[in-house]
């Protein structure tokens, strides 16, 4: 994925960072690529698969009554939730904060999703809640549009996505 500048955060984002000012500020230096050995990719599939299986997708509206609310999910969340929870998960086995960064994008219907992108010594991947697969995230039907800065949590920065086949939206 190509950074093209700082952005704005998403306000769900935003109102996180007042209940978690610890989540939300310098992550390195320097960002880190983690080196992808095949027990660091196992991790990343079983992570990825325990956290799908494990939290019911329920959108904010019917499980706060808010539109947009960014937490910690226990037993039920939406897609960000399950990307700060793999984030968490990940950051609590030794993988670099740096690395690990919440993106934001338009799915296939034009609407807003959130998913891990895990940035790699073989290139950026994406851990999603509707894709059950650890894909590269070219090969995702996602159009992407902003994500964490590497450097600090509670910065964003634009992702200039312009590949062909990336799709906005489907007309049914």
């Known amino acids: 994925m190509r950074a093209s500048g700082a952005t704005t955060a998403p306000v769900g984002h935003v109102e996180f960072c007042k209940h978690w000012r610890g989540e939300c500020g310098p992550t390195a230096n320097r960002p880190q690529l983690m080196p992808l050995s095949r027990a660091r990719w196992d991790e990343l599939l079983q992570v990825n698969a325990d956290v799908n299986r494990r939290i019911k997708p329920v959108s904010d509206e019917e499980l ?5 609310v960014w937490t910690y999910p226990t037993d039920a969340g939406d897609c960000e939730d399950y990307a700060l929870l793999k984030r968490r998960i990940l950051i609590s086995r030794g993988w670099s ?23 790699t010594d ?15 995230w070219y090969r995702t039907p996602y159009r992407y549009i902003k994500r964490q800065s590497a450097t600090n949590a509670g910065r964003w920065t634009a992702i200039n996505d312009d590949r062909v086949g ?6 049914r």
């Open 64 to 68: 706060y009554h808010q539109a947009e």
């Open 97 to 119: 904060p740096s690395s690990l960064l919440i993106t934001v994008a338009r799915d296939i219907d034009g609407g807003g999703h959130a998913v891990l992108t895990v940035r």
């Open 122 to 136: 073989r290139g950026d991947l994406v851990l999603d809640n509707q894709i059950e697969a650890v894909l590269p």
């Open 166 to 171: 990336a799709v906005a939206s489907i007309p």
